[in-house]
């Protein structure tokens, strides 16, 4: 709805963790209607700036319905899913469409995938990303292991809101 308003949206997964404002990381100087993170063959699409475009709206509708029919032949959706993720969802449909569709990487030194925690060059080399991804991991529990680990898990147990409210403190983190 909000795109068909003429709203550009962000789309995040909740489980990335931001640790800063995205916005000045966004493309300038370039026409674009999907802005995403790149990680290695794929766009992420688990953090993405969606324009309000014709294009956009087209892409997301294909994606999104391609996903659903696919999550419609499982009867319990969340272990026994087999079929395409949606990143690679959306490259095939950015193959597909590469002539209607304007799609940008986002700075891949500000937008990480998962493989930030792990790969020790990054972690001890680089600048903490605006985003992370925290994806090449499987199951709830370990992923907020992994947070809790790099001090950026903000719920304490039982809790439903953050344990440290301000920008500042997420950022020392």
């Given at each position: 709805?909000?795109?068909?308003?003429?709203?550009?949206?962000?789309?995040?997964?909740?489980?990335?963790?931001?640790?800063?404002?995205?916005?000045?990381?966004?493309?300038?100087?370039?026409?674009?209607?999907?802005?995403?993170?790149?990680?290695?063959?794929?766009?992420?699409?688990?953090?993405?700036?969606?324009?309000?475009?014709?294009?956009?709206?087209?892409?997301?509708?294909?994606?999104?319905?391609?996903?659903?029919?696919?999550?419609?032949?499982?009867?319990?959706?969340?272990?026994?899913?087999?079929?395409?993720?949606?990143?690679?969802?959306?490259?095939?449909y950015v193959r597909a469409h590469q002539k209607e569709i304007k799609v940008v990487a986002l700075d891949p030194y500000l937008h990480l995938g998962g493989k930030?925690?792990?790969?020790?060059?990054?972690?001890?080399?680089?600048?903490?990303?605006?985003?992370?991804?925290?994806?090449?991991?499987?199951?709830?529990?370990?992923?907020?292991?992994?947070?809790?680990?790099?001090?950026?898990?903000?719920?304490?147990?039982?809790?439903?809101?953050?344990?440290?409210?301000?920008?500042?403190?997420?950022?020392?983190?």
């Amino acid at each position: 709805q909000l795109l068909n308003n003429n709203i550009n949206i962000f789309i995040t997964e909740s489980d990335a963790v931001w640790t800063g404002n995205p916005l000045h990381t966004l493309p300038t100087g370039l026409e674009w209607d999907i802005a995403a993170g790149w990680d290695q063959s794929v766009y992420m699409m688990g953090f993405s700036c969606i324009r309000a475009t014709e294009a956009s709206i087209d892409a997301l509708s294909s994606v999104l319905g391609s996903f659903e029919s696919q999550l419609e032949r499982y009867d319990d959706k969340l272990s026994n899913f087999t079929g395409s993720h949606d990143a690679f969802i959306f490259r095939d449909y950015v193959r597909a469409h590469q002539k209607e569709i304007k799609v940008v990487a986002l700075d891949p030194y500000l937008h990480l995938g998962g493989k930030w925690y792990t790969d020790c060059a990054s972690v001890q080399y680089c600048n903490l990303p605006v985003t992370i991804q925290n994806n090449w991991i499987v199951g709830n529990t370990a992923k907020i292991d992994r947070l809790k680990k790099f001090g950026q898990w903000y719920l304490e147990d039982g809790e439903e809101i953050c344990s440290r409210n301000t920008p500042a403190q997420i950022n020392q983190s």
